[in-house]
């Protein structure tokens, strides 16, 4: 496959280029995968000069996604800044946050800098101190219920991602009924499982069809998704219109020749779904494997080497040959 080709497949299955702006986050979830990230929650920033060499990189190779995470990147203190110089890429923004913070954000949404915001919603706040105990004591359902409802205002397009575990399944109801209420899609995510952290023992892992069950209260199957990176979706409609996604990786996820003669594909819960970048240039292709990192000095290393190296990566995480691993049984489902 050569560089062009593996840039536009990553597109049209909806890859990213998905960057941890700053380690950093007011809330302890206790289901986070963390990126990956060993010294997740420290006070580390990356430069918005190395951001903005990364976004230009990543543009002018091709690439169409730009994913803003962390920790929680809304804590990052020039986040304004970086959406602005992301959108000024030429990519298509993501936002990916818990939501407390979004105020610092707003003034590049209205500048319609931000293409999608997904908001982690995994409790109604129906029972604060649960809510706590399972997210951190920061969390604070009312904050993040006003700044929604200001990025509705700016007709900002919204996901919210909630956590299905043992510990939040009685939520789920509750939060898709203020998902109804709001108009917004929602995507509903089984446990992954990183190298520095895996909660499915403590907290119980719950399938896709458990969720299904509540989503089809509110929502119609139209089709199960299976041209993107990560895993294979159950897609609802609702009424109004909105997209309901169920994902879980018993469902099928997606794995290619990086993955061959893996140990740990038998607990892969992502597959091939992102290439990530920290906020001190680590890229890693795969949560689960640190062998196949790459340290990338962004501040000592040219534009063109940037490119070639972002290149270098998405072409190894979509090596031949691309198929479905459904679950124990591995099913060749080739993408082309």
């Known amino acids: 496959m050569s560089k062009i080709d593996a840039i536009e497949l990553f597109n049209r299955m909806y890859g990213r280029l998905r960057v941890s702006v700053t380690h950093q986050c007011q809330l302890r979830c206790h289901f986070c995968h963390r990126e ?89 706040g129906s029972d604060p101190e649960g809510a706590r105990r399972l997210l951190g004591k920061g969390w604070s359902f009312d904050r993040i219920e006003r700044n929604l409802n200001k990025l509705l205002e700016l007709d900002v397009p919204v996901q919210l991602i909630f956590t299905h575990t043992g510990a939040n399944e009685g939520q789920l109801d509750a939060v898709l009924r203020r998902a109804f209420a709001w108009g917004v899609d929602v995507q509903v995510v089984d ?59 018993h469902f099928g996820v997606l794995h290619s020749g990086m993955c061959a003669r893996c140990s740990l594909r038998s607990k892969c819960g992502e597959g091939i779904y992102a290439l990530r970048i920290d906020s001190l240039g680590v890229i890693k292709p795969c949560l689960l494997r640190s062998d196949l990192e790459e340290i990338m000095p962004i501040e000592s290393t040219a534009g063109h080497q940037i490119e070639g190296i972002l290149e270098g990566a998405i072409m190894r995480m979509l090596a031949d040959p691309l198929d479905w691993n459904y679950g124990d049984a591995h099913t060749a489902h080739k993408i082309s």
Request: charged share 25%; net charge negative; glycine share 8%.
């Open 191 to 249: 446990l992954i499982p990183s190298r520095v952290a895996d909660s499915s023992d403590e907290l119980g892992y719950r399938t896709g069809e458990q969720a299904e069950l509540i989503v089809s209260h509110y929502a119609q199957l139209e089709q199960t998704v299976t041209d993107r990176t990560g895993a294979i979706l159950r897609r609802f409609k609702t009424p109004s219109g909105a997209s309901w996604e169920v994902k879980d990786s």
């Open 36 to 124: 990956g990230i060993a010294d997740h929650w420290v006070s580390r920033s990356m430069a918005v000069r190395n951001f903005d060499a990364l976004a230009q990189a990543y543009a002018q190779i091709g690439g169409k996604y730009l994913e803003l995470t962390g920790g929680e990147p809304t804590l990052h203190p020039e986040i304004d800044q970086l959406l602005r110089l992301a959108r000024a890429s030429g990519c298509d923004v993501i936002l990916c946050t818990n939501g407390l913070r979004l105020d610092r954000a707003l003034a590049a949404a209205e500048a319609q800098c931000v293409q999608l915001v997904r908001l982690s919603l995994h409790h109604d």
